[in-house]
């Protein structure tokens, strides 16, 4: 059973037929209840996707994705399969930046689940390290023949490492800011003009801060909307 917390959840299907009958889905949304039980667990948003498992374009889950972030929620799928069978895709889902969990492995989650998507996603890694090896072995094979190989890798390195420590920062910051963005157009829509008046409604829809410490103030507001203006 899920603790308590913040829950999307994401209905998949593969076929229009599934979709449109409904077939597959109720199931699945049955098994995310039950998972989730009577622990006091909010389910803040729902998204179904009829899409093959084959592709990594997915609407549905961006969506879903944008939204746990959004909420400090967690991602909970019905079963593994629903989401991918595909480790490279499960790769990039663990860049996204949501716990994800699963009804019917009920004791994946938090640290222990995301330990278990990257020993799936370690499968696609081997013929990567095959590659790798026979890469290695030419330049062996290169340095052998007296050929220079690499460049400077003096103080210049952990410069770059701050850049792209900064930059990964922005690029975090950027992120939460696009998916604040549909629910401050929706908060504008409702009347809510100021800055003062968005942290106010945020803050009254639950919805953490970046750091979820307090409640949003008007500055945090004005910050997002000058990244967004930038976007």
């Not at 209905?11 to 039950?34: C, P, T, Y």
């Not at 081997?126 to 590659?131: K, S």
């Not at 701050?162 to 800011?177: D, E």
Request: charged content about 25%.
């Amino acid at each position: 059973m899920a603790e308590k917390g913040r829950f999307v959840s994401y209905l998949r299907v593969s076929s229009k037929a599934q979709g449109k009958s409904g077939l597959g889905i109720e199931a699945q949304r049955a098994a995310v209840a039950s998972y989730l039980g009577g622990s006091g667990a909010k389910v803040v948003a729902e998204f179904v996707e009829v899409e093959s498992g084959k592709r990594s374009d997915r609407p549905a889950l961006d969506r879903a994705l944008a939204v746990a972030r959004v909420h400090q929620a967690a991602l909970v799928v019905a079963k593994v399969d629903r989401l991918t069978r595909s480790v490279g895709f499960l790769s990039r889902l663990l860049e996204a930046g949501v716990d994800v969990r699963f009804a019917d492995l009920p004791v994946v989650e938090g640290p222990t689940g995301r330990f278990i998507l990257q020993q799936m996603a370690a499968v696609a890694e081997l013929e990567a390290g095959m590659i790798s090896s026979r890469t290695k072995a030419a330049l062996v094979a290169a340095k052998a023949r007296g050929q220079r190989l690499g460049g400077f890798r003096g103080t210049v390195m952990s410069d770059d490492a701050r850049a792209a420590g900064r930059k990964a920062q922005v690029s975090l910051a950027n992120r939460r800011a696009i998916d604040l963005s549909p629910v401050f157009d929706e908060l504008v829509r409702e009347g809510h003009k100021s800055p003062t008046e968005i942290a106010r409604a945020l803050t009254a829809r639950g919805i953490p801060t970046i750091r979820e410490r307090g409640p949003w103030s008007a500055h945090q507001v004005v910050r997002i909307q000058a990244r967004l203006a930038k976007a």
